[in-house]
């Protein structure tokens, strides 16, 4: 963690490294980069359930990695580490990092290695979605805004921005820009 050119996780934010060649002996791999959590008004503690790794053999199917942050001192780089051995060895592996808290998180330095293995990854072909609360457009727009995921029904009644996918949804409680 050199602290420059490293990568700075905003709002709803995700990093992600693409097709990484793997050869059908490299199950045992070894996953580290240097992090950082800083608030200026806050908690500097890096969390593993605010900063999350996931792996994928096709970007789309993701596993999250269980990791360890060698920190102690709040505010401070450090080195996290996860050691993990793939039940299949794919082609190629996909690495994604996220945040959930904005404006805090840091990384510099990723690394994946073969290694002496740990936690058994089952990579899978589809993705498996999450649980979801179903709710109205009118219960979307009064919720907290925090990480709780949310399944809309409605009509599809503009189509905002064709290149990033932003659209409103209507249903008969009201309108959302998504």
């Given at each position: 963690?050199?602290?420059?050119?490293?990568?700075?996780?905003?709002?709803?934010?995700?990093?992600?490294?693409?097709?990484?060649?793997?050869?059908?002996?490299?199950?045992n791999l070894t996953l580290s980069f240097g992090g950082v959590k800083?608030?200026?008004?806050?908690?500097?503690?890096?969390?593993?359930?605010?900063?999350?790794?996931?792996?994928?053999?096709?970007?789309?199917?993701?596993?999250?990695?269980?990791?360890?942050?060698?920190?102690?001192?709040?505010?401070?780089?450090?080195?996290?580490?996860?050691?993990?051995?793939?039940?299949?060895?794919?082609?190629?592996?996909?690495?994604?990092?996220?945040?959930?808290?904005?404006?805090?998180?840091?990384?510099?330095?990723?690394?994946?290695?073969?290694?002496?293995?740990?936690?058994?990854?089952?990579?899978?072909?589809?993705?498996?979605?999450?649980?979801?609360?179903?709710?109205?457009?009118?219960?979307?727009?009064?919720?907290?805004?925090?990480?709780?995921?949310?399944?809309?029904?409605?009509?599809?009644?503009?189509?905002?921005?064709?290149?990033?996918?932003?659209?409103?949804?209507?249903?008969?409680?009201?309108?959302?820009?998504?």
């Open positions: 963690g050199s602290g420059l050119n490293n990568i700075f996780f905003g709002r709803s934010a995700f990093f992600q490294i693409n097709g990484i060649a793997l050869e059908s002996n490299q199950n800083y608030a200026q008004d806050g908690d500097s503690k890096f969390s593993t359930d605010e900063f999350k790794v996931y792996v994928s053999k096709n970007g789309q199917a993701w596993v999250e990695l269980e990791y360890t942050f060698a920190g102690t001192t709040d505010g401070k780089w450090n080195v996290a580490t996860a050691d993990f051995t793939l039940t299949e060895v794919p082609s190629t592996l996909y690495v994604k990092f996220t945040a959930s808290v904005a404006s805090v998180y840091r990384i510099d330095d990723a690394k994946l290695a073969t290694g002496n293995g740990g936690q058994q990854i089952t990579l899978p072909t589809e993705a498996v979605l999450p649980d979801m609360e179903e709710v109205t457009v009118a219960e979307f727009l009064e919720a907290a805004e925090d990480a709780t995921l949310y399944k809309l029904t409605g009509e599809i009644t503009r189509v905002a921005n064709e290149v990033y996918g932003n659209f409103d949804i209507t249903d008969a409680t009201g309108t959302v820009y998504v």
